[in-house]
């Protein structure tokens, strides 16, 4: 009975992970938007271009279905996001 708990247990989390990642899109997203309003963009931040290219590969992979792909790639524009969104404040905070 313990060892079939078990595996429906085991069974749920997958199931529960392999629907699509609308958090971690919307996350992404608002991250790249808020790198964008302080100032980083493509041409001054590789970060920023990262980011813009990860939320593409996601957007295509959630196109595709797959999620786990798409989630990954959400996860990684909000990590380079956050990145650019950093240096844009550090660059604003530098006195000239």
């Known amino acids: 009975?313990?060892?079939f708990l078990a595996v429906f247990v085991g069974v749920a989390?997958?199931?529960?992970?392999a629907g699509a990642p609308v958090q971690e899109m919307s996350d992404a997203r608002q991250a790249i938007a808020a790198?964008?309003?302080?100032?980083?963009t493509t041409a001054t931040s590789p970060d920023f271009y990262?980011?813009?290219?990860?939320?593409?590969?996601a957007e295509t992979h959630?196109?595709?279905q797959e999620f786990t792909?798409?989630?990954l790639?959400?996860?990684?524009?909000k990590r380079h996001a956050a990145a650019a969104?950093?240096?844009?404040?550090?660059?604003?905070?530098e006195p000239p």
């Open 1 to 3: 009975m313990l060892r």
């Open 13 to 17: 989390c997958l199931a529960g992970c």
């Open 35 to 40: 790198a964008g309003a302080a100032g980083a």
């Open 50 to 57: 990262a980011a813009q290219a990860a939320i593409t590969r």
């Open 62 to 64: 959630l196109q595709a």
């Open 69 to 71: 792909r798409a989630r």
């Open 73 to 77: 790639a959400a996860l990684e524009a």
């Open 85 to 93: 969104l950093a240096d844009a404040n550090a660059q604003h905070a």
